[in-house]
């Protein structure tokens, strides 16, 4: 069974949406003051681990833009890693991407069965979101940075559930950034 890994950058208020610098919030690139040397290495492990992305449609599209024309270790595997889209529309993916079957639920469980090593979800705060609702997500990794944005998307259902999780690890870079590797408690 293939691990699931969903990963993400985070203000401290919670927030995912805009870190790189993307049109959609007015704090925008909230992680760029934050960038070490440290953290790049450790995002750099963390893709050459993985062997596919699954991805949110959104995600997809502003990936498929922002990879395919740069250079060096981490776009060569960006650009060479198999992507598993969730879309409405497959006929339209490039890079290297394909559809996830439908529907979304089982077409991930049946991803997740197949043979092979880990899947990570970057960003895609509502598939994540999902994916955490489902029970899908073998391990979550929030990249927490000491800023606040005062509000924006995130990955947390807002449904009063309760789901218990284990610290696995936890590293804190020169930024202050912290990571926060958690698993869900008994698995």
Same mark, same amino acid.
Request: net charge positive; glycine share 4%; proline share 7%.
């Given at each position: 069974m293939r691990r699931l890994i969903v990963t993400e950058f985070m203000t401290l208020d919670g927030v995912v949406e805009a870190p790189g610098g993307e049109p959609t919030h007015p704090h925008s690139g909230w992680t760029m003051p934050f960038s070490t040397d440290d953290l790049r290495a450790?995002?750099?492990? *963390?893709?050459? #681990?993985? *062997? +596919?992305?699954?991805?949110?449609?959104? !995600?997809? #599209?502003?990936f498929a833009d922002a990879w395919?024309?740069?250079e060096g270790v981490f776009a060569e595997k960006?650009?060479?890693?198999?992507k598993h889209v969730v879309t409405s529309r497959p006929a339209e993916? !490039?890079?290297?991407a394909t559809p996830v079957d439908q529907p979304v639920r089982a077409g991930i469980s049946a991803l997740k069965e +197949?043979?092979?090593g880990p899947i990570l979800v970057a960003g895609s705060a509502s598939l994540a979101r999902s994916l955490l609702v489902w029970g899908l997500v073998d391990e979550l990794?929030?990249?927490t940075y000491p800023v606040m944005v005062g509000g924006g998307l995130r990955i947390f259902p807002d449904d009063r559930e309760k789901w218990t999780f284990e610290l696995a690890e936890l590293d804190r870079f020169a930024s202050g950034a912290v990571?926060? !590797?958690y698993r869900l408690a008994g698995s």
């Open positions: 450790f995002k750099l492990r *963390e893709v050459q #681990e993985a *062997e +596919s992305l699954l991805l949110g449609r959104r !995600t997809y #599209e502003q395919p024309p740069r960006m650009n060479a890693m198999p993916l !490039t890079w290297n +197949s043979d092979g990794r929030l990249l990571l926060h !590797t």
